[in-house]
């Protein structure tokens, strides 16, 4: 059984919860909607095998059971999100709205150039970063954002007249096949979603987070313990602030079980990022912090969610926090093997420079306009899911003089609608209702 049938509510009778409570009113949050939608898709495409991320053309079967599965996703993703707090001074449904567009008409041309220049067995090798690297962008996220957000741009695009569901097939095998290649690079054979692997993430080798965890030590004393909890927290605001109100800057890896019953999150902070014009807010801050954090799995149980972050029972885990060490990475290309612990004083100077950081991020935002904003945002949004994987194998100067960056004209056409109160007229059935990923095959 396939999800053809059109179950967009009529406006006038319109109550939104069952839609709320379960995508398209019928399939669920969680392990039990990842078990139903599997029941449910024509072909397990949502899954990657070796022979299979290396096909170039796919199979209308194919195609259209990934987009059954990612639009459950999404809906399973947003609710999850639901929680996630906005700064108030960005406009973020904004400028994400038209970084999905952006991206949908641009990606694929660049993901191509990619894979020309590094061949699959390159992209999967380079998926394979996030397994033996802390402080990288080539991550999970990545992994994730770099195909379901530009295929939710196809998504807007169709309701907004650009597109129709059979038109730029092969854009929309590139951007398919490159989010599993992604997946199975780091993964292997399997389920490429993090919502078919019981919400966690445990991508680092044993041989690259054991000697992390060998460096944590307890955090009794309860001023040590406050400190690493400022510290934690000054840091996820300033990088969710410098990332313009998203959290492409912080991600977390784990539960990862360990002896004695305890089990480690392992949270990278991105606070030296130097793609931005306004990065000279962190003149003086590493690239990346590490946090590795440990508790007792008898007190606190935890998931990682698609973009890497963390959701606890109960939720208050930091409560729980029983020991933890930081690391940093002072540069992009810093070796792991410079990888170095901060010191108590050095992660007092840290934590004091990011609340200074973030002032000084509020007082940049506060003289932009709105629209000024927005494209800052959809710089951000659109740069963050393939510079990583571009600067790595010594592309990302090439794509910038090839025009990645510049807004393509359907973006531009989109941006009065998507900026108006018309903007719940498109989201509300392409999110809600799972109407952004329609099928290629004819009903």
Same mark, same amino acid.
């Given at each position: 059984?396939?999800?053809?049938?059109?179950?967009?509510?009529?406006?006038?009778?319109?109550?939104?919860?069952?839609?709320?409570?379960?995508?398209?009113?019928?399939?669920?949050?969680?392990?039990?909607?990842?078990?139903?939608?599997?029941?449910?898709?024509?072909?397990?495409?949502?899954?990657?095998?070796?022979?299979?991320?290396?096909?170039?053309?796919?199979?209308?079967?194919?195609?259209?059971?990934?987009?059954?599965?990612?639009?459950?996703?999404?809906?399973?993703?947003?609710?999850?999100?639901?929680?996630?707090?906005?700064?108030?001074?960005?406009?973020?449904?904004?400028?994400?709205?038209?970084?999905?567009?952006?991206?949908?008409?641009?990606?694929?041309?660049?993901?191509?150039?990619?894979?020309?220049?590094?061949?699959?067995?390159?992209?999967?090798?380079?998926?394979?970063?996030?397994?033996?690297?802390?402080?990288?962008?080539?991550?999970?996220?990545?992994?994730?954002?770099?195909?379901?957000?530009?295929?939710?741009?196809?998504?807007?695009?169709?309701?907004?007249?650009?597109?129709?569901?059979?038109?730029?097939?092969?854009?929309?095998?590139?951007?398919?096949?490159?989010?599993?290649?992604?997946?199975?690079?780091?993964?292997?054979?399997?389920?490429?979603?993090?919502?078919?692997?019981?919400?966690?993430?445990?991508?680092?080798?044993?041989?690259?987070?054991?000697?992390?965890?060998?460096?944590?030590? $307890?955090?009794?004393?309860?001023?040590?313990?406050?400190?690493?909890?400022?510290?934690?927290?000054?840091?996820?605001?300033?990088?969710?602030?410098?990332?313009?109100?998203?959290?492409?800057?912080?991600?977390?890896?784990?539960?990862?079980?360990? $002896?004695?019953?305890?089990?480690?999150?392992?949270?990278?902070?991105?606070?030296?990022?130097?793609?931005?014009?306004?990065?000279?807010?962190?003149?003086?801050?590493?690239?990346?912090?590490?946090?590795?954090?440990?508790?007792?799995?008898?007190?606190?149980?935890?998931?990682?969610?698609?973009?890497?972050?963390?959701?606890?029972?109960?939720?208050?885990?930091?409560?729980?926090?029983?020991?933890?060490?930081?690391?940093?990475?002072?540069?992009?290309?810093?070796?792991?093997?410079?990888?170095?612990?901060?010191?108590?004083?050095?992660?007092?100077?840290?934590?004091?420079?990011?609340?200074?950081?973030?002032?000084?991020?509020?007082?940049?935002?506060?003289?932009?306009?709105?629209?000024?904003?927005?494209?800052?945002?959809?710089?951000?949004?659109?740069?963050?899911?393939?510079?990583?994987?571009?600067?790595?194998?010594?592309?990302?100067?090439?794509?910038?003089?090839?025009?990645?960056?510049?807004?393509?004209?359907?973006?531009?056409?989109?941006?009065?609608?998507?900026?108006?109160?018309?903007?719940?007229?498109?989201?509300?059935?392409?999110?809600?209702?799972?109407?952004?990923?329609?099928?290629?095959?004819?009903?």
């Amino acid at each position: 059984m396939t999800t053809t049938e059109d179950t967009t509510p009529d406006a006038e009778a319109f109550d939104p919860t069952p839609f709320l409570q379960a995508f398209r009113a019928e399939v669920p949050q969680g392990v039990e909607g990842d078990r139903r939608m599997r029941e449910r898709v024509e072909l397990p495409f949502m899954d990657t095998t070796a022979a299979d991320v290396r096909l170039e053309i796919l199979e209308d079967a194919q195609i259209d059971s990934w987009l059954d599965y990612a639009a459950w996703n999404l809906w399973d993703f947003i609710l999850g999100r639901a929680s996630e707090g906005e700064s108030g001074l960005i406009p973020r449904q904004e400028y994400e709205t038209i970084s999905f567009v952006q991206q949908w008409n641009t990606y694929p041309r660049f993901i191509r150039a990619l894979t020309a220049e590094i061949g699959v067995d390159g992209v999967l090798d380079l998926a394979g970063t996030s397994s033996r690297e802390v402080g990288t962008k080539i991550n999970v996220t990545r992994n994730w954002a770099a195909s379901v957000c530009p295929i939710l741009g196809r998504g807007i695009g169709i309701e907004l007249g650009q597109d129709t569901p059979d038109s730029r097939r092969e854009d929309l095998e590139t951007l398919i096949q490159f989010g599993r290649r992604l997946q199975h690079g780091t993964w292997g054979a399997g389920p490429g979603f993090v919502s078919g692997r019981g919400y966690t993430v445990p991508v680092l080798a044993p041989e690259v987070l054991r000697p992390l965890v060998d460096q944590v030590r $307890p955090l009794d004393d309860p001023a040590e313990l406050q400190a690493f909890r400022q510290f934690n927290a000054r840091t996820e605001l300033f990088g969710f602030m410098l990332h313009y109100d998203c959290r492409a800057g912080m991600a977390d890896t784990g539960p990862y079980p360990l $002896p004695g019953g305890k089990f480690a999150i392992v949270r990278d902070h991105f606070l030296n990022e130097t793609a931005y014009p306004w990065a000279g807010v962190a003149e003086g801050l590493p690239y990346c912090v590490t946090e590795v954090m440990v508790f007792s799995a008898d007190k606190v149980s935890a998931t990682v969610n698609e973009i890497q972050t963390t959701f606890s029972e109960p939720s208050n885990y930091l409560e729980y926090l029983e020991s933890g060490v930081v690391f940093a990475r002072d540069t992009m290309t810093t070796p792991m093997s410079e990888l170095r612990v901060l010191d108590a004083a050095e992660m007092r100077r840290i934590t004091e420079r990011c609340q200074q950081g973030t002032m000084q991020m509020y007082r940049t935002l506060a003289k932009k306009s709105t629209e000024e904003k927005i494209r800052d945002g959809v710089l951000v949004y659109t740069r963050e899911f393939l510079l990583p994987h571009a600067s790595r194998v010594g592309l990302w100067d090439r794509f910038v003089a090839e025009g990645f960056d510049t807004m393509h004209a359907n973006a531009e056409r989109a941006w009065p609608t998507l900026t108006s109160s018309r903007a719940a007229e498109i989201l509300t059935p392409v999110l809600l209702f799972g109407k952004g990923f329609p099928h290629v095959a004819a009903s």
